[in-house]
């Protein structure tokens, strides 16, 4: 059967590299069988900006946000796909905050177990991957994004992917030129894919 992946996109440029590796896995993916998803962050009509912490996930029986908006509307899905990818570019040293918003509310995808020893969620099945540029080098923003990725998914019991660009062109568009990149990009959607 088909592997539906689903791609939460972190960048409001246009055309930018986010979206761009974005579409270039995507397509890849889609050559090798798959059905994907790309959500744009930055253009889901949001109730609230963030968490509330009003529990009301924990306090329901459902895995889910109970907010009812865009980002609930993508969450809530996401233990029917087989691949979660989270792209995004290094906003001041780690994820932007539009992607933030939804990573925040994935909280509302597992609970504490009774004896608040451990916790349960649906997303067993999943794998994860990252895809992530920067206008820097590895160490301003990308190793920490790496690091809160592999935190994300260890939580969840999981490893993840990863297509990490530094130093990634700063004008929009430039990065189709880059081949190297393309490459990988199209090697890592056949990967999600298999
Ligand atoms: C608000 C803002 C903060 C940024 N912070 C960093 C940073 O901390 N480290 C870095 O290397 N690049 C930083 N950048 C550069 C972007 O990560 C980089 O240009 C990225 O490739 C843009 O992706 P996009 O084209 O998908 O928007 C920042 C850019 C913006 C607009």
Redesign the pocket.
Known sequence: MAKKIMILAG???EN????TLSNWVANAAQEAGAAVEIIRAAQLQVKERGCLACMGCQNSDKFGCVIKDEISAAINRIPDQDVLVLAS?????GFSAQIKCLIDRLYSLFKITKDGKGISHPLQHIEFALIA?????QE???NLMEENMAAICDFFGKGYRSLV??H?P?Q?GLIVSNTEILRQAQALGKELAG
């Open positions: 960048s409001p440029r930018g590299n986010t979206i570019p290094v906003y001041f040293m540029t920067a206008a820097g080098a301003h923003g990308l660009v530094p990634a700063v929009p």
